[in-house]
Nanobody, 123 residues
Framework: VQLQASGGGLVQAGGSLRLSCAAS????????MGWFRQAPGKEREFVAA????????YYADSVKGRFTISRDNAKNTVYLQMNSLKPEDTAVYYC?????????????????WGQGTLVTVSS
């Protein structure tokens, strides 16, 4: 499966952005999907994940209550709605696909990765 992330940009603290990840190739609906991020000088970290059906969702504590992951299997797209953004949310955001059942926060469970989209939050 090929993944294309988009929607990043520059936003002021407290603002919102919605990231999209369009998938092509093998059956999108059979994959759990996740969002990860990597800030300069830091390791890539888990942000949110959603099961193939959307019935299971998991968030990192740092974004819980502010970010919402969703998917539209008819459009082969997964979204990340980001509200109340903080400067510490600044990072390159990556979408990824996993063949694991349910949801997983482990980066190594994700076999397919998009190219990343940069989110910059100014203070």
């Amino acid at each position: 499966v090929q993944l294309q992330a988009s929607g990043g940009g520059l936003v002021q603290a407290g603002g919102s952005l919605r990231l999209s990840c369009a998938a092509s190739g093998r059956t999108f609906s059979s994959y759990a999907m996740g969002w990860f991020r990597q800030a300069p000088g830091k390791e890539r970290e888990f942000v949110a994940a959603i099961s193939w059906s959307g019935g299971m969702i998991y968030y990192a504590d740092s974004v819980k209550g502010r970010f919402t992951i969703s998917r539209d299997n008819a459009k082969n797209t997964v979204y990340l709605q980001m509200n109340s953004l903080k400067p510490e949310d600044t990072a390159v955001y990556y979408c990824a696909a996993s063949g694991r059942v349910g949801v997983t926060v482990e980066i190594y469970d994700y076999a397919y990765w998009g190219q990343g989209t940069l989110v910059t939050v100014s203070s």
